[in-house]
């Protein structure tokens, strides 16, 4: 569907493990939020993240952590619809919540360049691009995928014109080059089980979560 008045901003959807947040996470949300000029950045922890082991925190203290990291962030939101699903967290269920939540309403779905290279293994995954947009971001080291399933797939749907993001409801690919911090969540479960101080990479609020409930150590 095409808009040809639009009056309300796209709102970007960062789906992830969060286990925990960090400002690499943060800082995508924030770059995204402002460079596109999205209404908010929904950050949405997956209950039962699908392609993974299970997550080493469980769902209610990630959404705490969550919720810490971004008190007093503007532009930035904690949306828990996960949570209150049972079975793999799909995405394409995620979306189709969303969608009938919002069903004028530019969705962008943010993806890292190496999830989007695995698109192909979600549930699904051809149904995700007819419920929302994808904004895709590079991250240190990734490169835009060269099999021919992803190069026809943006082919077919990758704009170079920012604007069709909030024409269109759905349908385009984006891909967007941000300065991506070298943090990752495995790095700073990694570095807490040696003893060792995470401090500076995530917010401190999460930090005061980790150390209380003793997570990761
Ligand atoms: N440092 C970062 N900069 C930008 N995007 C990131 C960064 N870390 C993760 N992401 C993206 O955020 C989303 C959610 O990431 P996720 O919760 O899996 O974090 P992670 O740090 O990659 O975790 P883990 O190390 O446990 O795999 C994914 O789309 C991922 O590509
Ligand atoms: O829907 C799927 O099949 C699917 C497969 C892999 C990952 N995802 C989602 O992608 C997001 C990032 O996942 P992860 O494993 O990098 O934390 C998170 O929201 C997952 O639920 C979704």
Known sequence: MILENPTEKAI???????????????RLAIELYERLDLAEVRLIPAAYPPHRSFPFANAQLRLQM????????????VDDRELHRLGPSYMVDTLSSLREEYPYRSLCLILGMDAFSNLPQWYQWQRL??????LVVHRLGTQIPA????????????????????????????????????????????????????????????????????LYS
């Open 129 to 134: 691009i007819t419920l929302a947009h994808l």
């Open 147 to 214: 099999f021919s399933t992803m190069q026809d797939f943006l082919s077919e749907h990758q704009t170079n014109c920012s604007d069709t993001l909030k024409k269109q409801l759905t349908g385009c690919i984006w891909i967007e080059e941000i300065p991506v911090l070298n943090i990752s969540s495995t790095q700073i479960r990694h570095l807490i089980a040696a003893g060792k101080n995470p401090r500076y990479l995530l917010p401190a609020a999460v930090l005061n979560i980790i150390n209380t409930h003793q």
């Open 66 to 77: 969550l919720q810490a990291a971004i008190i007093g962030t503007p532009g930035l939101v």
């Open 12 to 26: 970007g959807i960062l789906g992830g493990t969060f286990d925990p947040i960090h400002h690499g996470h943060l």
